[in-house]
């Protein structure tokens, strides 16, 4: 086993293109170390990205954000512009795990475990959030919906790598927000979650909307039928029941230890009604 | 042995106070060593290798190429651990649980260990071992186990307690019953009857320390080891005994203990890690990963209980009858047998009837877990009680009042009470601001009753009085909460110095008397009585030493506040020396000033709690809060106040985990899904209200302080408490623990669904 | 002589009478007698039996003295956490 | 396997090692470095107990490399009291008796004294949600409350 420490986006490339055994990217280290002790992954070369120029900040340009693949969640809640332009990715990227596990876990990891319960998955599809990826053949971006394939399993070739998280610059009348469902109140991971992100007109109405249901299915879901029930409207009871239904009946869920099938369909129904109803107030909607 | 343990009345002057403890400045700078916090030289690291099957026959074991990778040096398998039981059935269990001999009983069973100069090595050498299973079917559930179709685990197991020994074995080790009258004629007396069936499943102590030890077996048939254990003088003799070694020439160092709570008192690894040691030759470091607590450590029963009560429209209950099914995990056990006798025992009963059922299933060997097996009984009796008095339109308290066990009264398991603190308990409750404090919508308010036993046992004790007038204490029980602190309080008080001049240490079983377990909620009950012995003999001494300074007769000394003080007329010009005084001159009176004690501490007194809590549900997801919790327990006498809160604050909490969260979950493999704290969940911070406590002292006319033991009953009423107030919050009775949201909210739409 | 009542699953050791007439003195004596006219409870004694005397158990106290009219239930010995 | 070279600050002092690549820095803390403050309850990141600063974040140790430490300044509970003089959380937690069996106790001191430095005058909620990845099975987490809130009381009048 190796540890390498590159400080070049080119070089970590080249080293996780060139790995002749499993090779693991080591950003924040809170799903790959739980994944090591227990013995479900050997790699034979751990690429530490952290040094890499660049990938440990949080950049605001002219379009929007660009969020470092090394940049701990509990950054996140502390960039002011981007906590009031994306607060549902936020907060969302703020429940993972405990305190100690934000000081390291990041979103790129939490998108590239694959878990189909992310909690920061839900938020970043919701928010049309984009992935850049660097790899032996250049760069690419891609919607981050795409990246997750099932669960543990990504879209990412050999030696490709995500450096970066695209966030859009936000219109006016903008909001999201993301819920989980947890039986305590911490530290669990989501039995089933929601995450809602709205625009709308000067009057109030919904003019776009994405809805994504999380451990609902092997990977997070884009509900674009719960989107085309809250569009047009100004999220009145008879939408909000809709919605429920659509999101509810969008699910293919599992029983398992976290929750059983029905309460996963039921319950995914109810925090997608009140996401909704927190986007839409952020968004400035009454 | 003229020590006279009968309350006298005193008043204190130490004892009630809350000084800070003596071990408290080494844990919070990270000082104290605990099981993993120990090493010695040439160390080997040592790891078990566990069946992946709930139930498997062992055809064979290869260790060869283990034993060929570079840094092994020992493999061990049950073959290195022949049976040295003699017939001892119990012992011969534990030795089969260390290590699977013919069959794996469960998903986590030890089948082999090695020790190799580090832990990746281990883990490799684990790898490389082979074992030739014949997978067998299996069965985890309490109920289906017990069915004739069901796989049978022993088939040296035909079920006990039958009039007749039945023709064909069974999962069904034992079945016993208790109670007195006749609860046919108290049914045929009652206005209301209610009757349920309830189900709890398994949880884990889940202490935050994972076992772990330092075994180190010398050629000259000596041996030292370094455990966290609530009882290291009983895991000597179990070790000795297993291993062939002499007690005597066992050491057994108890560490600071991460948290017990009843899962360190039967032994896994250790005998293990000596076997290794003497195989290998060199120290062993044996640490369980959380994994193996949950898998192979712990847990206690899951069961399946039916009850019946019926009470005439005064409120009067006329009968009482419950069946407890418990598993016991592989191996014959007698959980079910405690809640039979503990079922019932808060009430004053005509006709009482309980029979209990002692299953075995492919889980780990069930262990105690803090008033093992009261919780699940308490919950299905209490939930009965809270709805019966529903039906016949009458205050749960004042009903429980109205039934309540008091002294005089013939306890459902049997004897009679003496002075007892369930009415009071239940008149504190009554009374309490939390019960008039305005609800919300969606909450409930709960309370219900719990009961232990407490034990005492075999006990010693050393007080020794340096030159300098200190006194240091040696105890034999385990300090798993701030007994060394109520110790201290304890000696101080009886010899009449201050708390600074006393400090407590927990001896090694080579530098004191045997002494049983920490458990029971006796280690303050048991040392302090000893201690309280120990400072009595000590005193005698101190007397007659300052009889010789005086040159006085040792009848004409007396002991007060401290002091040696001569009485009588002729004596009148002596004053009085201090016990630093007397110390100091030690050297030319004698020798050393100690005081020793060895003792059966028995006659604990029964205790009792009434909890009080109020529970927020959300009625759309079958999510719930804690928004308020009280307990209310006889302590007897609080030695140290704060840390007998401490332990009712941490009994209900780990109640509220039960009843809310925690369980086992097997797959249909029969293996453990979450054996990790993410998804056995116990409470986090964020979890739990402050939990309010009122400490009752109803003195334990069998101690001379009047303390009784406080560790465990407050683990039993949550439960049934928390239960209560989400029926009553919500109007479904819950009737499986733990009340998860998706077994609330099922609950729940089954209700609308009409 | 001391009425013993015998609890739980120990009737069945005394082939299934729950009460009994001892001459002891103390428990070590009722243990002693018990054992010689059921020989059924030599290995109960040995895995533990606690002794309820007017209401207080005692587990270990082989010396306690049985006085006399006192109730005494005979019960296993239990395990505590 | 290759072993890394590692230069480090702990505790402020300067600390070098050698470890393998899959080597936790709890395993470095406790088995090389003879710091066995820090314990490992889970190994998974689920129960705080081996809490460190790493550049003033709060992380478990048993989810960072060994090697990862290289260049850092690392605080652990072995460097929380300055000489014989107790900071203020340790001595709260020891007159509120905040400690049952002590074996979360330098986990929650390292969370708690994080907290309070992000957030000197937390509510009892910020506190509770604040120490949720520590677990402690003891208590019922009342006494640690109390003594966090006493402390943060005593800190803030020291700083005034």
């Given at each position: 086993?190796?540890?390498?420490?590159?400080?070049?986006?080119?070089?970590?490339?080249?080293?996780?293109?060139?790995?002749?055994?499993?090779?693991?990217?080591?950003?924040?280290?809170?799903?790959?170390?739980?994944?090591?002790?227990?013995?479900?992954?050997?790699?034979?070369?751990?690429?530490?990205?952290?040094?890499?120029?660049?990938?440990?900040?949080?950049?605001?340009?002219?379009?929007?954000?660009?969020?470092?693949?090394?940049?701990?969640?509990?950054?996140?809640?502390?960039?002011?512009?981007?906590?009031?332009?994306?607060?549902?990715?936020?907060?969302?990227?703020?429940?993972?795990?405990?305190?100690?596990?934000?000081?390291?876990?990041?979103?790129?990891?939490?998108?590239?475990?694959?878990?189909?319960?992310?909690?920061?998955?839900?938020?970043?599809?919701?928010?049309?959030?984009?992935?850049?990826?660097?790899?032996?053949?250049?760069?690419?971006?891609?919607?981050?919906?795409?990246?997750?394939?099932?669960?543990?399993?990504?879209?990412?070739?050999?030696?490709?790598?995500?450096?970066?998280?695209?966030?859009?610059?936000?219109?006016?009348?903008?909001?999201?927000?993301?819920?989980?469902?947890?039986?305590?109140?911490?530290?669990?991971?989501?039995?089933?979650?929601?995450?809602?992100?709205?625009?709308?007109?000067?009057?109030?109405?919904?003019?776009?909307?994405?809805?994504?249901?999380?451990?609902?299915?092997?990977?997070?879901?884009?509900?674009?039928?719960?989107?085309?029930?809250?569009?047009?409207?100004?999220?009145?009871?008879?939408?909000?029941?809709?919605?429920?239904?659509?999101?509810?009946?969008?699910?293919?869920?599992?029983?398992?230890?976290?929750?059983?099938?029905?309460?996963?369909?039921?319950?995914?129904?109810?925090?997608?009604?009140?996401?909704?109803?927190?986007?839409?107030?952020?968004?400035?909607?009454? | 042995?003229?020590?006279?343990?009968?309350?006298?009345?005193?008043?204190?002057?130490?004892?009630?106070?809350?000084?800070?403890?003596?071990?408290?400045?080494?844990?919070?700078?990270?000082?104290?060593?605990?099981?993993?916090?120990?090493?010695?030289?040439?160390?080997?690291?040592?790891?078990?290798?566990?069946?992946?099957?709930?139930?498997?026959?062992?055809?064979?074991?290869?260790?060869?190429?283990?034993?060929?990778?570079?840094?092994?040096?020992?493999?061990?398998?049950?073959?290195?651990?022949?049976?040295?039981?003699?017939?001892?059935?119990?012992?011969?269990?534990?030795?089969?649980?260390?290590?699977?001999?013919?069959?794996?009983?469960?998903?986590?069973?030890?089948?082999?260990?090695?020790?190799?100069?580090?832990?990746?090595?281990?883990?490799?050498?684990?790898?490389?071992?082979?074992?030739?299973?014949?997978?067998?079917?299996?069965?985890?559930?309490?109920?289906?186990?017990?069915?004739?179709?069901?796989?049978?685990?022993?088939?040296?197991?035909?079920?006990?307690?039958?009039?007749?020994?039945?023709?064909?074995?069974?999962?069904?080790?034992?079945?016993?019953?208790?109670?007195?009258?006749?609860?046919?004629?108290?049914?045929?007396?009652?206005?209301?009857?209610?009757?349920?069936?309830?189900?709890?499943?398994?949880?884990?102590?889940?202490?935050?320390?994972?076992?772990?030890?330092?075994?180190?077996?010398?050629?000259?048939?000596?041996?030292?080891?370094?455990?966290?254990?609530?009882?290291?003088?009983?895991?000597?003799?179990?070790?000795?005994?297993?291993?062939?070694?002499?007690?005597?020439?066992?050491?057994?160092?108890?560490?600071?203990?991460?948290?017990?709570?009843?899962?360190?008192?039967?032994?896994?690894?250790?005998?293990?890690?000596?076997?290794?040691?003497?195989?290998?030759?060199?120290?062993?470091?044996?640490?369980?990963?959380?994994?193996?607590?949950?898998?192979?450590?712990?847990?206690?029963?899951?069961?399946?209980?039916?009850?019946?009560?019926?009470?005439?429209?005064?409120?009067?209950?006329?009968?009482?009858?419950?069946?407890?099914?418990?598993?016991?995990?592989?191996?014959?056990?007698?959980?079910?047998?405690?809640?039979?006798?503990?079922?019932?025992?808060?009430?004053?009963?005509?006709?009482?009837?309980?029979?209990?059922?002692?299953?075995?299933?492919?889980?780990?060997?069930?262990?105690?877990?803090?008033?093992?097996?009261?919780?699940?009984?308490a919950?299905?009796?209490e939930?009965?009680?809270d709805?019966?008095?529903?039906?016949?339109?009458?205050d749960p308290v004042?009903?429980r009042i109205?039934?309540?066990?008091?002294?005089?009264?013939?306890?459902?398991?049997?004897?009679?009470?003496?002075?007892?603190g369930i009415g009071p308990t239940l008149e504190a409750v009554k009374n309490h601001p939390h019960m008039k404090a305005p609800l919300?919508?969606?909450q409930g308010r709960g309370m219900a009753c719990g009961?232990?036993?407490?034990?005492?046992?075999?006990?010693?004790?050393?007080?020794?009085?340096?030159?300098?007038?200190?006194?240091?204490?040696?105890?034999?029980?385990?300090?798993?909460?701030?007994?060394?602190?109520?110790?201290?309080?304890?000696?101080?008080?009886?010899?009449?110095?201050?708390?600074?001049?006393?400090?407590?240490?927990?001896?090694?079983?080579?530098?004191?008397?045997?002494?049983?377990?920490?458990?029971?909620?006796?280690?303050?009950?048991?040392?302090?009585?000893?201690?309280?012995?120990?400072?009595?003999?000590?005193?005698?001494?101190?007397?007659?030493?300052?009889?010789?300074?005086?040159?006085?007769?040792?009848?004409?000394?007396?002991?007060?506040?401290?002091?040696?003080?001569?009485?009588?007329?002729?004596?009148?010009?002596?004053?009085?020396?201090?016990?630093?005084?007397?110390?100091?001159?030690?050297?030319?009176?004698?020798?050393?000033?100690?005081?020793?004690?060895?003792?059966?501490?028995?006659?604990?007194?029964?205790s009792f709690a009434t909890h009080i809590c109020d529970i927020e549900?959300?009625?759309?997801?079958?999510?719930t809060r804690v928004i308020r919790y009280t307990v209310v327990q006889d302590a007897?006498?609080a030695?140290?106040p704060t840390?007998v809160e401490g332990q009712y604050q941490g009994g209900a909490a780990q109640g509220i985990?039960?009843a809310l969260?925690?369980?086992?979950?097997?797959?249909?493999?029969?293996?453990?899904?979450?054996?990790?704290?993410?998804?056995?969940?116990?409470p986090?911070?964020?979890d739990l209200p402050m939990i309010d406590t009122q400490i009752l002292e109803?003195?334990?006319?069998?101690?001379?302080?009047?303390?009784?033991?406080v560790?465990?009953t407050s683990i039993v009423p949550p439960l049934a408490a928390i239960a209560n107030a989400v029926?009553n919050a919500?109007?479904?009775?819950?009737?499986?623990?733990?009340?998860?949201?998706?077994?609330?909210?099922?609950?729940?739409?089954?209700?609308?669904?009409? | 002589?001391?009425?013993?009542?015998?609890?739980?699953?120990?009737?069945?050791?005394?082939?299934?009478?729950?009460?009994?007439?001892?001459?002891?003195?103390?428990?070590?004596?009722?243990?002693?007698?018990?054992?010689?006219?059921?020989?059924?409870?030599?290995?109960?004694?040995?895995?533990?039996?606690?002794?309820?005397?007017?209401?207080?158990?005692?587990?270990?106290?082989?010396?306690?003295?049985?006085?006399?009219?006192?109730?005494?239930?005979?019960?296993?010995?239990?395990?505590?956490? | 396997?290759?072993?890394?070279?590692?230069?480090?600050?702990?505790?402020?002092?300067?600390?070098?090692?050698?470890?393998?690549?899959?080597?936790?820095?709890?395993?470095?803390?406790?088995?090389?470095?003879?710091?066995?403050?820090?314990?490992?309850?889970?190994?998974?990141?689920?129960?705080?107990?081996?809490?460190?600063?790493?550049?003033?974040?709060?992380?478990?140790?048993?989810?960072?490399?060994?090697?990862?430490?290289?260049?850092?300044?690392?605080?652990?509970?072995?460097?929380?009291?300055?000489?014989?003089?107790?900071?203020?959380?340790?001595?709260?937690?020891?007159?509120?008796?905040?400690?049952?069996?002590?074996?979360?106790?330098?986990?929650?001191?390292?969370?708690?004294?994080?907290?309070?430095?992000?957030?000197?005058?937390?509510?009892e909620?910020?506190?509770?949600?604040?120490?949720?990845?520590?677990?402690?099975?003891?208590t019922g987490y009342d006494k640690?409350v109390r003594?966090?809130?006493?402390?943060?009381?005593?800190?803030?009048?020291?700083?005034?």
């Amino acid at each position: 086993m190796r540890y390498i420490r590159p400080q070049s986006m080119e070089d970590a490339v080249g080293l996780l293109a060139g790995a002749a055994g499993p090779a693991a990217i080591l950003a924040g280290g809170s799903d790959l170390l739980v994944r090591m002790k227990g013995g479900f992954v050997e790699p034979e070369l751990i690429v530490d990205i952290k040094a890499i120029d660049g990938l440990s900040e949080i950049r605001e340009t002219a379009d929007g954000f660009s969020i470092g693949a090394a940049v701990p969640c509990a950054v996140l809640g502390e960039h002011a512009a981007l906590k009031k332009a994306w607060p549902g990715v936020v907060e969302a990227a703020k429940l993972i795990g405990s305190k100690q596990v934000q000081g390291r876990c990041t979103i790129v990891g939490n998108l590239c475990n694959a878990s189909p319960a992310a909690d920061s998955v839900p938020a970043l599809v919701a928010a049309g959030a984009r992935a850049v990826i660097a790899g032996p053949s250049g760069k690419r971006t891609i919607p981050v919906e795409a990246v997750p394939t099932g669960p543990g399993r990504t879209s990412l070739a050999k030696g490709e790598i995500i450096e970066a998280i695209l966030l859009d610059k936000r219109a006016p009348h903008a909001g999201d927000a993301y819920q989980r469902f947890i039986p305590r109140t911490e530290m669990d991971i989501a039995v089933v979650s929601a995450g809602v992100n709205l625009t709308l007109d000067d009057a109030g109405v919904i003019k776009s909307a994405r809805v994504a249901v999380g451990a609902a299915a092997p990977t997070v879901l884009l509900v674009e039928e719960a989107a085309q029930v809250l569009i047009g409207s100004k999220l009145d009871e008879a939408t909000l029941e809709r919605l429920a239904k659509v999101c509810a009946g969008a699910c293919r869920p599992i029983d398992d230890k976290r929750g059983t099938i029905e309460f996963r369909r039921k319950v995914a129904g109810v925090l997608a009604k009140r996401v909704a109803a927190t986007a839409y107030e952020r968004a400035g909607g009454k | 042995m003229n020590f006279d343990p009968r309350y006298s009345g005193r008043s204190f002057s130490s004892v009630g106070t809350r000084p800070i403890r003596p071990d408290g400045v080494d844990k919070v700078t990270g000082r104290a060593r605990y099981g993993a916090d120990f090493n010695m030289a040439g160390q080997l690291v040592g790891r078990v290798l566990r069946s992946p099957h709930a139930h498997a026959v062992i055809r064979k074991i290869d260790t060869s190429k283990a034993e060929k990778l570079a840094g092994v040096k020992a493999v061990i398998t049950a073959a290195d651990l022949p049976d040295l039981t003699d017939g001892d059935a119990a012992m011969y269990d534990i030795l089969d649980n260390c290590m699977a001999r013919k069959k794996a009983l469960y998903d986590g069973h030890a089948v082999a260990a090695v020790a190799a100069i580090d832990a990746r090595t281990a883990r490799q050498a684990l790898k490389l071992i082979e074992v030739d299973y014949e997978v067998l079917p299996h069965v985890t559930d309490v109920d289906e186990a017990m069915k004739h179709s069901a796989p049978l685990i022993n088939d040296a197991i035909f079920t006990e307690g039958l009039e007749e020994k039945p023709v064909k074995p069974s999962n069904v080790y034992k079945r016993t019953q208790y109670g007195h009258g006749d609860v046919h004629q108290g049914f045929a007396e009652a206005d209301m009857i209610v009757e349920r069936s309830f189900k709890t499943e398994q949880t884990h102590q889940g202490y935050i320390e994972p076992h772990a030890c330092v075994a180190s077996v010398n050629p000259d048939g000596t041996a030292d080891l370094w455990v966290c254990t609530q009882g290291h003088f009983v895991y000597r003799q179990h070790c000795a005994q297993l291993l062939g070694l002499e007690a005597s020439k066992l050491r057994v160092t108890s560490s600071e203990i991460g948290g017990g709570f009843g899962g360190k008192t039967h032994v896994w690894a250790e005998p293990v890690a000596l076997a290794l040691s003497r195989k290998a030759g060199r120290p062993v470091k044996l640490v369980m990963t959380r994994d193996e607590v949950f898998r192979a450590s712990g847990p206690t029963s899951a069961t399946s209980i039916d009850v019946k009560i019926g009470a005439r429209n005064d409120g009067t209950i006329t009968a009482a009858e419950a069946t407890l099914r418990y598993s016991c995990g592989p191996y014959a056990g007698m959980w079910a047998e405690i809640g039979a006798m503990t079922a019932f025992a808060c009430y004053k009963l005509e006709n009482v009837k309980t029979v209990g059922y002692e299953v075995l299933v492919n889980r780990p060997k069930t262990a105690a877990y803090r008033a093992p097996s009261a919780p699940m009984a308490a919950f299905a009796v209490e939930s009965a009680v809270d709805e019966l008095a529903k039906d016949i339109g009458m205050d749960p308290v004042d009903f429980r009042i109205k039934n309540a066990a008091q002294e005089g009264t013939r306890a459902s398991y049997g004897p009679v009470y003496g002075p007892i603190g369930i009415g009071p308990t239940l008149e504190a409750v009554k009374n309490h601001p939390h019960m008039k404090a305005p609800l919300k919508q969606n909450q409930g308010r709960g309370m219900a009753c719990g009961f232990w036993f407490n034990f005492g046992g075999q006990t010693c004790t050393d007080l020794n009085i340096g030159m300098d007038g200190s006194v240091s204490l040696a105890v034999g029980t385990v300090d798993v909460g701030g007994s060394r602190a109520s110790l201290s309080l304890v000696a101080a008080e009886e010899l009449g110095i201050d708390y600074s001049q006393v400090k407590a240490v927990v001896a090694d079983t080579s530098s004191l008397g045997y002494n049983d377990m920490t458990d029971g909620s006796r280690g303050t009950f048991s040392s302090s009585m000893a201690t309280i012995s120990a400072a009595r003999n000590a005193i005698k001494v101190l007397r007659e030493r300052a009889a010789q300074m005086w040159d006085i007769p040792v009848d004409d000394v007396v002991w007060e506040k401290g002091h040696a003080v001569a009485k009588g007329e002729k004596h009148g010009n002596l004053g009085k020396l201090s016990l630093k005084e007397i110390a100091a001159q030690s050297g030319k009176t004698g020798g050393p000033i100690a005081g020793h004690s060895e003792l059966v501490a028995d006659g604990a007194g029964v205790s009792f709690a009434t909890h009080i809590c109020d529970i927020e549900v959300d009625p759309e997801t079958g999510s719930t809060r804690v928004i308020r919790y009280t307990v209310v327990q006889d302590a007897g006498k609080a030695v140290h106040p704060t840390y007998v809160e401490g332990q009712y604050q941490g009994g209900a909490a780990q109640g509220i985990g039960w009843a809310l969260n925690e369980e086992y979950i097997y797959g249909k493999d029969g293996r453990l899904q979450n054996p990790g704290f993410l998804d056995y969940r116990i409470p986090v911070c964020s979890d739990l209200p402050m939990i309010d406590t009122q400490i009752l002292e109803i003195p334990n006319p069998n101690h001379p302080y009047g303390v009784r033991g406080v560790g465990e009953t407050s683990i039993v009423p949550p439960l049934a408490a928390i239960a209560n107030a989400v029926s009553n919050a919500v109007g479904v009775r819950m009737t499986h623990i733990p009340m998860s949201p998706p077994r609330i909210l099922a609950a729940l739409e089954a209700e609308r669904e009409g | 002589m001391v009425e013993v009542t015998l609890w739980g699953s120990l009737s069945a050791a005394a082939g299934g009478q729950s009460k009994l007439d001892i001459e002891a003195k103390d428990i070590r004596e009722l243990f002693r007698k018990l054992a010689e006219q059921y020989p059924a409870f030599e290995p109960l004694i040995d895995r533990g039996i606690a002794v309820a005397i007017d209401g207080t158990i005692y587990r270990d106290t082989w010396s306690k003295e049985l006085p006399p009219g006192a109730e005494i239930f005979l019960l296993p010995r239990l395990a505590g956490g | 396997m290759a072993g890394v070279a590692v230069s480090t600050t702990i505790n402020g002092d300067h600390v070098e090692y050698l470890c393998q690549p899959d080597e936790t820095l709890l395993d470095v803390l406790r088995d090389r470095l003879g710091l066995t403050g820090a314990k490992e309850g889970c190994g998974t990141g689920d129960c705080g107990a081996c809490s460190v600063i790493v550049d003033d974040r709060l992380v478990c140790s048993c989810l960072v490399l060994g090697a990862e430490a290289e260049g850092r300044q690392i605080e652990t509970i072995e460097g929380m009291a300055h000489g014989d003089q107790l900071h203020p959380l340790q001595q709260k937690f020891l007159e509120h008796a905040a400690l049952q069996c002590g074996i979360c106790t330098p986990g929650f001191l390292i969370a708690a004294k994080d907290l309070l430095a992000k957030n000197p005058d937390p509510t009892e909620e910020e506190i509770r949600f604040g120490l949720a990845g520590n677990l402690c099975r003891c208590t019922g987490y009342d006494k640690i409350v109390r003594a966090v809130q006493d402390a943060a009381n005593v800190m803030k009048e020291g700083s005034r």
